[in-house]
């Protein structure tokens, strides 16, 4: 219903504005179903806890003879959109006030503030499409909360993720135990803000929304709380403080039965800002207890349990959040709870089940939305990365393929969610073994990214080391040890020494010197690569064992076979404490292991190991795959070999 209705304002706002700049803006179709897309979900976003009054209040904005369709108040809306000055919002809320004409309304509602409050939620989501970023500073944005305030700056928000890193780290060091529970949400966390930092931008927008979000919420309720609590909050949030506004926003709760839902929920989304996930679970839940009827709440602590890894409890959020039909069925937030729960199973390994529901997802949003829309490329995205779990490359690359040509219709060439797709396109040719056309999309990908990022931030590195493993996978090793040496480089500048991706980079690097017959040097970058990240994760996270393994095999070759055993069993110890018995890598750390007994003539003990392994690949793959061929023909030579030695005996 409110889609319906905004469309109409749009186009009612067109032909009423005359030769006006405001008709220049939204005469261009994509600047129209941004501004569209941004009005239909301010009111929703408004709408969502708002008393009747207040939902009469913004019905009445959107009459013909509401405040948008008055003359004075249409000019104010060209300012909001040029942002050559903030709006004046008194002129805005006289119109509205005189639109409701309601005097029970009137006498009981601010509408200085709730103009205030709406037109803050509009101007930020004017500003998350690229379609108005460009007519809308942070300056002007702040100016919508009626003063001048220090706000916080690009630099501040770096810095304070890069004192999270430091602090997480730190924590890291103190967890002695390899199975905790709390190293595991810790490195959760540390990936998290590795990601925040690589794209230090976009993530600096989401804060000032955030920041913006909280202040209107905050706005709403400011006659429930004291005139401290309110102070104490609003200076927090201006400050760009996540942790104590969060603090502020609990005391609120605690104080305040009438806001306490609302609190909390605002508590949580400054806690997980500031990367601190078991806190914004908490605030989430007890959003929840306190109004279990609110879809966005329950969708909130869904998403913090899907990231910290409690998939059976996400799914269970999700499921309530879509049985309240708290909207319409081609709503955004139905279909993002439809991709949510496909998130969910795919993270369980249920990949057909992911597929159904991230089939949903995309159904309801084509219903909403034009073939363009940046949702119908994410949620095709999503689709290709299930197919891509499954195996099903000819599968993924249809949908990968898919978004991006949607990408293409609402960005320029030069977009990170056209980079992406090209990205994802990339990987999946690789895994057909189409090398040649990976690297055409890859080098799209990097040539795209260096328009958009400085040399040194981590996408560029990681483009470089798609590029790598392709021109390795081809043979070419020394163009390959190229581009893993820039990877690094970037890595190096973006990171300090014993970052994950710095590690990665070394791994790769490894891989590439091996492939040349250079193994001292290999190993050389594996230990690097393994010292690292055991500054990072536990002995029992996956890297390790794959660090080990790698060195395994370089010391194999070099026939250093106790050394490369030595390497194999704590590879194996390690993944046996991640992985069940059936386990792909459980299988290749035994197969390894065979290789380096029946190395040293060890024939009897490289057919257990063998033998191990193939219980294993049976419960993972199909009787064709690679891996079962692979391990059967192990186990044939090892058998040959031992009888062999039998018949001279």
């Given amino acids: 219903m409110i889609g319906t209705i905004v469309i109409g304002i749009t186009d009612f706002l067109l032909a009423y504005a005359g030769n006006s700049t405001l ?8 600047k129209k179903r941004a501004f569209e897309k941004a009005l239909r979900d301010t009111f929703e976003k408004y709408n969502t806890d708002a008393s009747s009054g207040k939902k009469k209040l913004s019905e009445a904005l959107l009459l013909n003879e509401g405040p948008l369709f008055n003359a004075s108040v249409r000019d104010e809306v060209v300012l909001l959109l040029e942002a050559g000055e903030a709006p004046d919002i008194s002129v805005i809320s006289v119109a509205w006030e005189k639109a409701v004409a309601d005097d029970s309304i009137s006498h009981s509602v601010d509408f200085q503030s709730e103009t205030e409050t709406l037109l803050n939620i509009l101007n930020f989501q004017l500003q998350n499409t690229d379609e108005f970023r ?18 916080i700056s690009i630099d501040d928000h770096h810095r304070i993720l890069n004192e999270r890193e430091k602090e997480i780290r730190t924590e890291l060091a103190q967890v002695k135990e390899a199975e905790s529970k709390e190293r595991f949400l810790l490195e959760i966390e ?12 976009n993530s600096f927008k989401e804060k000032q929304t955030l920041l913006a979000e909280a202040n209107a919420s905050l706005t709403e309720f400011k006659d429930k709380v004291s005139e401290e609590q309110f102070q104490k909050a609003r200076d927090e949030l201006e400050k760009g403080n996540s942790t104590a506004a969060a603090e502020a926003f609990v005391k609120i709760a605690e104080q305040n039965d009438l806001v306490a839902a609302k609190s909390y929920y605002e508590a949580g989304r400054l806690a997980e800002d500031q990367i601190r996930y078991v806190k914004a679970y908490e605030f989430f839940q007890k959003a929840v207890m306190r109004d279990e009827s609110n879809s966005i709440f329950l969708s909130a602590v869904g998403n913090i349990a899907l990231r910290l890894g409690k998939h059976d409890k996400a799914i269970e959020y999700y499921e309530l959040a879509l049985a309240l039909k708290t909207y319409d069925e081609d709503h955004r937030d139905v279909a993002a709870c439809h991709s949510n729960l496909g998130g969910a199973w795919q993270a369980l390994g249920k990949h057909h089940k992911a597929i159904e529901y991230h089939e949903l997802a995309l159904a309801l949003v084509l219903k909403a939305y034009d ?40 960005y320029d060439e030069d977009h990170s969610d056209v980079t992406a797709s090209r990205s994802n396109l990339g990987t999946a040719w690789q895994a057909l073994g189409k090398h040649h056309k990976a690297i055409e999309y890859h080098e799209l990908a990097l040539a795209s990214a260096l328009k958009t990022y400085d040399e040194d931030n981590p996408n560029i590195g990681l483009h470089r080391n798609n590029l790598g493993l392709a021109w390795q996978a081809l043979g070419e090793h020394h163009k390959a040890i190229e581009y893993h040496e820039l990877a690094l480089v970037s890595a190096l500048k973006a990171y300090d020494e014993d970052h994950p991706d710095v590690a ?32 990072t994760y536990a002995e029992g996270h996956p890297k390790i064992a794959i660090r080990r393994n790698n060195l395994g095999v370089a010391w194999q070759a070099l026939g250093e076979h106790h050394k490369a055993i030595e390497c194999h069993e704590l590879a194996l110890a390690s993944d046996l404490k991640t992985y069940a018995e059936g386990h792909s890598s459980i299988a290749t750390d035994r197969n390894n292991l065979g290789l380096a007994w029946k190395a040293l003539g060890e024939y009897q003990k490289a057919i257990e190991y063998y033998e191990l392994a193939l219980a294993s690949d049976l419960k993972a793959y199909r009787e064709d795959h690679p891996n079962l061929v692979t391990t059967r023909n192990n186990l044939r030579l090892a058998w040959q070999a031992l009888e062999r030695i039998s018949q001279d005996d």
């Fill in 23 to 30: 008709t220049r803006l939204l005469s261009d179709s994509k």
């Fill in 134 to 151: 460009t007519h809308i500073d942070s300056s002007t944005l702040n100016k919508i909360w009626l003063r001048e305030t220090s706000g």
């Fill in 190 to 201: 540390l990936t998290s803000i590795q990601h925040k930092l690589s794209d230090l931008e």
């Fill in 371 to 410: 073939e363009d829309h940046p949702d119908v490329a994410a949620f095709r995205n999503n689709l290709g990365r299930a197919w891509q779990a499954l195996g099903e490359h000819h599968k993924a690359i249809e949908y990968h393929e898919l978004a991006l040509a949607s990408a293409l219709k609402t």
């Fill in 504 to 535: 990665a980079c070394r791994n790769n690097l490894g891989i590439a010197w091996q492939a040349l017959g250079e193994y001292y040097k290999a190993i050389e970058y594996y230990e690097l690569a393994l010292a690292s990240d055991l500054k």
